[in-house]
């Protein structure tokens, strides 16, 4: 009983780590999935610039 409780949170936490988007992720593995390519990171600069509430060029 206690081992079927340790395996389902063992599979669960496996599943979470694996459904977890990669941070360095190709931008071919990602229009694989159907998902647009990543921006290069100049623009990803100036996206989180833009998002912050205070604006410091």
Known sequence: MR???????VATAFT???AA???GETN???MARGL???PPAFMKR???ARA???YRP
């Not at 081992?3 to 949170?9: E, P, Q």
């Open 36 to 38: 647009p390519p990543n």
């Open 52 to 54: 912050s509430p205070v």
């Open 16 to 18: 979470a780590v694996g």
């Open 46 to 48: 100036t996206v989180q």
């Open 28 to 30: 071919a593995a990602r």
């Open 3 to 9: 081992l079927t409780f340790v395996l389902m949170f």
């Open 21 to 23: 988007p990669l941070e």
